[in-house]
C-alpha cells in the first residue's frame, strides 16, 4: 500500500471516530434530507404543477443531489475547527503525507454520506419513490452521487482551510443551501426566467440531479436544456472532476502552507 493511501485510511479512522464523539451533529445531518423530502414533498408540493406522489418521486434525486452539494458545508466547518483549534498544526508535524489529512477526511465524509443514504431512501421508498432504472443504472447512479460528494468536500475543505474563523467558515457554509435553491433539484427549470433558466441549469447541481432522474427512470432528461442538462452523466462527470481538479491540490498547498 502507497503511503497516501495508508496515511489516508489512518487519518480517515480518526475522522470517523471524531464524528462517532460528535452524535449530536452526525444524526442531524443524517435526518436532514429526511426533513426536507417530508417537508417539500408534503407542504411545497401542493403549490407545484405535479401531483403529490408524482412531485415527491421528481424530488429524491433533488434531495440526493443536495445532500451530496452539502460536503462543501461539512467539509468548511470540518476544516476550519481543526484549523482554528490547532490540530491541523498537530497533524502537520507528523511523518506523514501532505495530502492525507485533506483526503482522510474527505474519504471519511463519504463513508457517513453513504451510511445516511440508507434510511434517506427508505423514507423515499414509503412515500412513492422508486428506482426504475437498471442494476448498472444504480452503480452508476450512485457512483455519480458519491464523486459529487467528494468534489463538494474538497471544496469545503479549501474553504475551511482559508477560512479566518470557525464563526465565518459556519456562516458561508449556511449560505450554500442557497445553492440547491437555484437549480433543479426542487422545480423544474423550464417555467424560469431567461436569465434565471440559465443561471440554474449551469449549476453543477442541476447536472447531477438530471443523471439521478435519468438514470432511475424518474424523469426525462430536458431536450431543450443547457449542455449540462442536456448531457447530465457526462455534465456530472466534468463538473466534478473540474471541482476536485481545482481544489484537491489547493487545498493540499494550504494545508502543507498554514495559515497565514
Do not use: K
Not at 436569465?195 to 431543450?224: F, H, M, Y
Amino acid at each position: 500500500m502507497s503511503t497516501l493511501a495508508y496515511d489516508g485510511t489512518a487519518l480517515m479512522g480518526r475522522q470517523l471516530r471524531r464524528i462517532r464523539n460528535s452524535p449530536g451533529l452526525l444524526i442531524l445531518t443524517q435526518t436532514t434530507p429526511i426533513t426536507m423530502l417530508l417537508f417539500f414533498g408534503y407542504v411545497f408540493g401542493s403549490a407545484v404543477a405535479m401531483p403529490g406522489e408524482e412531485y415527491r418521486t421528481f424530488l429524491v434525486p433533488g434531495l440526493l443531489a443536495a445532500t451530496a452539494a452539502g460536503g462543501i458545508m461539512t467539509g468548511m466547518f470540518q476544516a476550519a475547527q481543526d484549523t482554528h483549534r490547532g490540530v491541523t498544526d498537530r497533524l502537520r508535524t507528523l511523518p506523514v503525507s501532505r495530502a492525507a489529512v485533506p483526503l482522510g477526511q474527505a474519504m471519511a465524509d463519504l463513508v457517513v454520506t453513504l451510511v445516511g443514504l440508507v434510511p434517506f431512501l427508505l423514507v423515499g421508498v414509503a412515500v412513492g419513490w422508486r428506482f426504475e432504472g437498471s442494476a448498472p443504472d444504480a452503480v452508476a447512479a450512485l457512483g455519480l452521487f458519491l464523486l459529487f460528494r467528494f468534489a463538494c468536500t474538497w471544496v469545503g475543505i479549501l474553504l475551511g482551510l482559508a477560512s479566518r474563523s470557525e464563526e465565518a467558515a459556519g456562516q458561508l457554509g449556511s449560505a450554500t443551501i442557497v445553492l440547491p435553491l437555484l437549480s433543479s433539484a426542487y422545480i423544474p427549470t423550464e417555467n424560469l426566467a431567461g436569465w434565471l433558466r440559465t443561471v440554474a441549469e449551469w449549476n453543477p447541481i442541476s447536472a447531477v440531479t438530471t443523471a439521478l432522474r435519468d438514470l432511475s427512470g424518474n424523469a426525462p432528461v430536458p431536450a431543450d436544456a443547457a449542455w449540462p442538462m442536456a448531457h447530465p452523466v457526462a455534465g456530472s462527470l466534468a463538473w466534478s472532476a473540474a471541482l476536485i481538479a481545482i481544489a484537491a491540490p489547493q487545498a493540499v498547498r494550504r494545508y502543507t502552507r498554514g495559515q497565514g
